[in-house]
């Protein structure tokens, strides 16, 4: 998928800037190219499809409300596959158990077919109890609906037929038609908690957490955990699962508002120690007003990380 610009294996991906690109075609269509062209290996993509209210709901705390501006991830991969030619797309995250999962699969399949096979599902449970009334689903389930999802979800890439009876979907011997070009599509999970890395463990080809530079261990403070003691954790439960933690793949992003090129090129050194595979850049709250400003920083973290 794309090409690799880092050195060691570590590819590098830029971060649609959902809350600050606007609604103009033309614009989205040329950040896509622009980072396209700088030689970048992917995108990554936020996704919300409903807003809460802050004031209306003022024991909901999560980052985003109604006033930030998020674009539909599908229908956004597709405008964009058709203006890119190598580019992967990456969703990061999308919030899976909110949504009908054959429908997933039949969208995800058609940003697979036209996009050439460079999709990679990003998927988590998610944080806004709001969201997920709006879309008629139970909140408290959403750990234990991703899990039968993700089953799913395979067996619709793979199969042309599928019988299935779970907890949570039933289906009848049918499929979607066409398949995707890949075959399953690659599914990575979000998320820094512990039952999170037990399901990438078991169940994902990859994982996104966030974090810090610094700070330990800490599962009450899941913003600031540490890079390498993630990393450790994870290989703990590969080991324990009888999995070899070399077939997980490990993305991280880094917001640039909160980093120096110094932080971008230490921690590139770092993801490569650790086995990681890709490397982002968050240009929002930088200050951008254009494509261009967003491309200019986009293309410091790439010069950066190439020379680290």
């Not at 209210?53 to 501006?69: C, I, M, Q, S």
Request: charged share 20%.
């Amino acid at each position: 998928m794309g090409m690799a610009t880092g050195s060691a294996g570590l590819k590098l991906g830029a971060l649609f800037p959902t809350f600050e690109i606007g609604t103009d075609p033309g614009a989205i269509r040329d950040f896509a190219q622009g980072v396209e062209g700088l030689g970048f290996d992917h995108m990554m993509f936020f996704d919300h499809v409903l807003g809460a209210n802050k004031a209306a709901h003022p024991g909901l705390h999560g980052p985003y409300y109604h006033t930030e501006t998020f674009h539909e991830p599908f229908t956004l991969m597709a405008f964009l596959a058709g203006h890119t030619r190598t580019l992967g797309f990456f969703t990061s995250i999308l919030i899976l158990p909110q949504r009908q999962t054959v429908l997933v699969a039949k969208q995800a399949a058609e940003v697979d077919i036209l996009s050439g096979g460079r999709l990679r599902l990003g998927v988590g449970v998610g944080w806004n109890e709001v969201e997920f009334i709006g879309l008629g689903v139970d909140f408290a389930e959403r750990g234990r609906r991703l899990e039968e999802q993700v089953t799913v979800l395979r067996l619709l890439w793979t199969q042309e037929l599928v019988t299935f009876a779970g907890k949570y979907h039933r289906i009848l011997d049918a499929g979607i038609n066409p398949l995707p070009l890949q075959r399953p599509i690659p599914i990575w999970f979000g998320g820094e908690a512990l039952p999170v890395i037990r399901r990438v463990v078991r169940l994902a080809d990859g994982w996104l957490p966030r974090t810090k530079l610094f700070g330990g261990w800490d599962p009450a403070k899941p913003r600031h955990y540490d890079t390498r003691d993630m990393v450790a954790k994870l290989h703990e439960f590969a080991q324990l699962a009888g999995r070899d933690p070399k077939t997980i793949g490990l993305q991280q992003f880094m917001r640039a508002a909160e980093t120096t090129p110094d932080d971008w090129a230490r921690h590139a050194r770092l993801l490569r120690e650790l086995g990681g595979t890709h490397f982002a850049i968050h240009t929002m709250d930088t200050g951008c007003t254009s494509v261009a400003d967003h491309l200019k920083v986009i293309e410091r973290f790439r010069d950066t990380v190439r020379a680290a």
